[in-house]
């Protein structure tokens, strides 16, 4: 089974807005990282934080991690219409090379 | 600076035959893994390569094979398929010591009827 299940599955948003989308994994991680997806095509990887990290930005994007309740949360911040795409949260185990992947959040922004 | 590039970009099979789908990786990579996305679904990793060799395998039958080249290109064989193998596949790729972040490929969409 998937490692990362985020939550929620949608999300429509005015531009302008917050967008936050949250993922809960199962067992130890060494890493979890966010990336984006565009309509049916490749990923794109957006931040990384470190499993002895609590949070981390970078521009628009701010990220924490729990690791005692194993959840991560990805923010938009002033979210903008070209943000519309879907959101993965990936994981590896501690030891492997395999990473998980969760089953997205679909996030939607209204001009 | 090439990203990682994948072909062919779209292709139709029937159930029973054998496809090949083949990728690039980003230059200066040396790594390079092979994931699974159904509609809907998230990316589910099928196997990696470095040095040529496969280091890491995701719960895929033994009909998913892959190659790697001595110029880090890789393969991914996929026999005998079944309707459910219809889905986008994405390459990966990555620099040793730095695996962390993988630059993925625009993925082939495979359908089987």
């Known amino acids: 089974s998937q490692q990362g299940e985020e939550d929620p599955q949608a999300l429509s948003i005015q531009e302008g807005e917050n967008a936050t989308m949250n993922c809960s994994y199962k067992t130890s991680i060494n890493n979890l990282q966010w990336y984006r997806q565009n309509s049916g095509r490749g990923l794109v990887h957006l931040i990384l934080i470190r499993s002895n990290e609590r949070e981390t930005h970078s521009g628009r994007l701010r990220v924490t991690l729990d690791t005692s309740k194993k959840s991560s949360s990805l923010l938009i911040t002033a979210s903008r219409a070209a943000d519309t795409a879907s959101y993965f949260c990936?994981?590896?185990?501690?030891?492997?090379?395999?990473?998980?992947f969760g089953t997205g959040t679909s996030l939607t922004v209204i001009p | 600076d090439a990203g990682v590039t994948q072909s062919p970009t779209h292709l139709i099979k029937t159930r029973g035959q054998q496809v090949t789908l083949r990728c690039s990786p980003k230059s200066g990579h040396d790594t390079v893994s092979w994931y699974q996305q159904a509609l809907g679904q998230g990316p589910q990793f099928i196997f990696q390569y470095y040095e040529e060799e496969e280091r890491q395998r995701g719960n895929f039958p033994d009909r998913f094979s892959g190659h790697q080249y001595p110029n880090y290109s890789s393969e991914l064989n996929v026999n005998a398929l079944l309707l459910g193998d219809s889905a986008l596949y994405l390459c990966?790729?990555?620099?040793?010591?730095?695996?962390?972040?993988?630059?993925f490929g625009p993925g082939t969409r495979l359908t089987v009827t």
């Open positions: 990936a994981t590896d185990a501690r030891g492997g090379n395999q990473f998980y």
């Open positions: 990966a790729s990555t620099r040793t010591g730095d695996r962390y972040e993988q630059y």
